[in-house]
């Protein structure tokens, strides 16, 4: 079976396993095989995040995507139609699109190119923070999976958070104790956030507990927030709720909502690229998640997310992408970009 370099290319990564913290060995292939697809510079940062330029000129593009996954997943399987195993889609589709795109367009005197394959996006977004005070761009396009005929402008934000408790130990009979407080605190907040209105949704994503003589307890939650959502007060009703239970609020993280409008110059462009490569409508997006889109908002360019690939099989265990949809990402990209660079 022989297929296109840009497939084989995407094939390759996936087979490297790259769950978050161990992306090493999929980021420094990636970025050896850059330059055979028109990239002039190319090589990991202090981050371990994978770098490459095209251009010199004032005005910088960032192409950025991320390179690490969620663990687990299925093996990887490779025929003519599909390519099935972690990654796939989130995000290693979006991240090889633009690598390839990237690579073939013209690059204008005044531009100059940026790729970023970041690693850390599925815990802390830390390869974006790395490279957040290290560019002022004009443009930013995200590689995340909306589909070869859809661009995202939102995501909504979220705050992770954990209710944390301890004692000197008690008989259970008497005292239920912190563990017990923890997760009535969680349960509570269940229930409000399911009568906070559309947009906000609510999960466990850790729960620990020790009873060794003194005894412990710690939920860590995600709350997910629309547009609109105020910090200060979300903030306010967690530790109100937590207190009720006689237990601790720790704030992980905040990650605000973003949102650009649909006349976003970078929307437009991938609305109109959408538009001639695929003869169909353009799908845009809000999108129920958070990721490096709202991370990298305070960089206040213009931006949009744009990946192929089907968001439902995000994280699942049969996640898979048709090597036609896939190959259709990269035609929308290199008819986006050359726009986006005109427009601004």
Not at 209 to 230: C, F, H, N, Q
Request: aromatic share 6%; hydrophobic share 40%; charged share 25%.
């Amino acid at each position: 079976m022989r297929l296109p370099e840009s497939v084989g290319l995407l094939v390759d990564i996936v087979a490297v396993a790259s769950p978050t913290g161990y992306e090493e060995d999929a980021a420094r292939m990636l970025a050896d095989r850059l330059p055979r697809f028109g990239w002039e510079t190319s090589h990991t940062d202090g981050a371990g995040s994978v770098i490459a330029t095209r251009g010199n000129g004032d005005k910088e593009l960032v192409l950025l995507s991320h390179i690490d996954t969620v663990p687990g997943g299925p093996e990887l399987s490779v025929n003519e139609e599909r390519i099935v195993g972690r990654g796939s889609v989130d995000a290693k589709s979006p991240c090889c699109a633009l690598a390839v795109g990237g690579g073939a367009v013209e690059v204008p005197e005044d531009w100059r190119i940026t790729f970023v394959a970041a690693v850390g996006e599925e815990i802390d977004s830390r390869g974006a923070r790395f490279r957040m005070p290290l560019h002022d761009p004009a443009a930013l396009v995200v590689g995340e999976p909306t589909g070869s005929n859809g661009v995202a402008l939102s995501y909504r934000g979220r705050i992770l958070f954990s209710l944390v408790g301890e004692d000197s130990g008690a008989h259970r009979s008497g005292s239920p104790g912190p563990m017990t407080d923890a997760v009535m605190a969680a349960s509570s907040l269940v229930q409000i956030t399911k009568n906070m209105g559309s947009g906000y949704s609510i999960a466990v994503m850790e729960m620990e507990g020790r009873e060794e003589g003194k005894r412990s307890a710690s939920v860590t939650m995600d709350l997910r927030t629309p547009i609109g959502a105020r910090q200060e007060e979300l903030e306010f009703m967690l530790g109100e709720t937590a207190a009720a239970f006689g237990v601790g609020l720790k704030i992980i993280e905040y990650v605000p909502p973003h949102e650009v409008h649909k006349s976003d110059p970078v929307v437009r462009a991938f609305r109109a690229a959408i538009r001639d490569v695929t003869g169909e409508p353009p799908r845009v997006l809000a999108k129920q998640g958070t990721c490096d889109f709202n991370v990298l908002s305070l960089w206040g360019c213009p931006m949009g997310a744009f990946g192929p690939g089907d968001s439902k099989y995000d994280h699942s265990s049969n996640e898979q992408i048709e090597i036609k949809e896939f190959l259709r990402g990269i035609d929308v990209v290199k008819a986006a970009l050359p726009r986006v660079m005109a427009s601004i």
